[in-house]
């Protein structure tokens, strides 16, 4: 009886190798997996507090105490500052006004104006001549006083016009009264004269008015409100 010849065994150390290197895999995958999650958490939840920087010599911030207590603007004032212009072309308070000349300065300062003078200028002299139908003579007292060199006659140095309240120009009227401005004559320096003005106007026009002031030297009359 022949005996045929058992085979070898096969050789199987090769999966036990496949098997190994799975194995390694596996736990170098989850080592791996474990690691990234552990970095992820660290990197969400760690750092510490932010900080702020600030440019190069930035100041220090304010506390919102400080912030609101600052002090609001100045208000602006409700009307404006006059100008050096208009301060100069406004005529002095009380009715007077100064008046370069040739050697000095005139000042004139009028008084409270007389609306209807009519009768007190026809007993001032009998040959005054009456006002025309329909006007009145109106007088304003006036002082002159004078600083300057020599004298000075307020007369001659002046242009004087009264606007009535009909914006009409109306010159100094001929009658003659006491302390009457025509006759005051020459002022001297440091000197004061106290007058006379008559104007013959409408009735219409009497009530409110100006009195404008010129001498040679002005390039614009000085304007005084009648009072």
């Known amino acids: 009886m022949t005996q045929t010849p058992t085979g070898a065994a096969p050789n199987r150390t090769w999966i036990w190798i496949v098997s190994g290197c799975c194995v390694l895999l596996l736990i170098a995958a989850l ?5 990234g999650i552990l970095l992820y ?3 969400q939840s760690g750092g510490g507090e932010p900080t702020m920087t600030t440019g190069t010599g930035g100041s220090e911030p304010t506390s919102p105490e400080e912030s609101t207590a600052e002090e609001p603007p100045a208000e602006e004032s409700s009307a404006a500052d006059p100008t050096a212009e208009e301060t100069s ?6 009715g007077a006004v100064e008046l370069p000349t040739e050697q000095g300065t005139l000042t004139m300062t009028f008084g409270a104006v007389d609306w209807d003078a009519t009768s007190e200028v026809a007993e001032a002299n009998s040959h ?6 329909g006007h009145v003579f109106i ?21 004087i ?22 006759l ?13 003005l008559v104007f013959e106007v409408p009735t219409a026009a009497t009530g409110a008015g100006e009195i404008q002031v010129s001498t040679h030297e002005t390039e614009q009359p000085q304007v005084a409100p009648v009072l």
């Open 31 to 35: 080592v791996l997996g474990i690691g």
């Open 41 to 43: 958490r660290a990197s």
């Open 89 to 94: 072309a406004a005529p002095p308070v009380g």
């Open 128 to 133: 005054n001549e009456p006002a025309a139908e």
């Open 139 to 159: 007088t304003v007292p006036v002082t002159v006083s004078y600083a300057g060199s020599g004298a000075v006659d307020p007369f001659f140095a002046t242009s």
């Open 161 to 182: 016009v009264f606007v009535g309240a009909d914006g009409l120009e109306y010159a100094l009227a001929d009658p003659v009264v006491e302390k009457d401005f025509v």
């Open 184 to 196: 005051l004559g020459e002022v001297p320096d440091g000197g004061t004269a106290e007058g006379t």
